[in-house]
């Protein structure tokens, strides 16, 4: 396609823009795509313990990859960080894990851009198989990830 990143391209930073619903891969601070995005069923405020349905909320890291996720493919976010664990514990709560940028669950890649109708994640933020491929393709384990309000 005539819209995607050429070969060779990386990316050293993706910001995640909540309220816009927004996911934009930069290099050097400068922005190279964006992408639309589906987040977790409850997606105001950050994520405060599993099973809440909020998208996270700071900055993370990618720190590995699923290529053989439920959903397409996976990159794997740093969350919990230690404040995220600390809170939990305090609040005697599991902090959750397991947040991804990630494509559609297996078997349901046609339905392409319609996920997009509303959030549907378990706190994950969801792009197209297309999309996850691309993002895949440009971004290092390593790179770093802000999730804003």
């Not at 891969?25 to 639309?36: I, M």
């Not at 909020?54 to 996976?74: L, M, N, Q």
């Not at 494509?103 to 994640?121: E, F, I, S, Y």
Request: charged residues 30%.
């Amino acid at each position: 396609r005539s819209d995607s990143l050429p070969r060779g391209t990386v990316a050293d930073l993706i910001v995640v823009d909540k309220s816009d619903r927004t996911l934009t891969l930069l290099k050097r601070s400068k922005p190279l795509k964006t992408y639309r995005v589906a987040l977790g069923a409850n997606p105001v405020g950050h994520k405060q313990e599993e099973g809440d349905s909020r998208t996270p909320e700071g900055a993370y890291r990618i720190d590995f990859r699923k290529p053989d996720s439920r959903y397409h493919r996976a990159l794997h976010i740093s969350y919990p960080n230690p404040i995220d664990r600390q809170n939990a514990r305090r609040r005697g709560v599991s902090p959750g894990d397991d947040i991804m940028i990630h494509g559609l669950p297996n078997g349901m890649g046609a339905l392409g851009r319609l996920h997009l109708a509303r959030d549907w994640t378990q706190g994950c933020i969801a792009v197209t198989n297309e999309e996850i491929e691309e993002i895949w393709r440009v971004v290092p384990d390593g790179a770093e990830v802000r999730l804003q309000p």
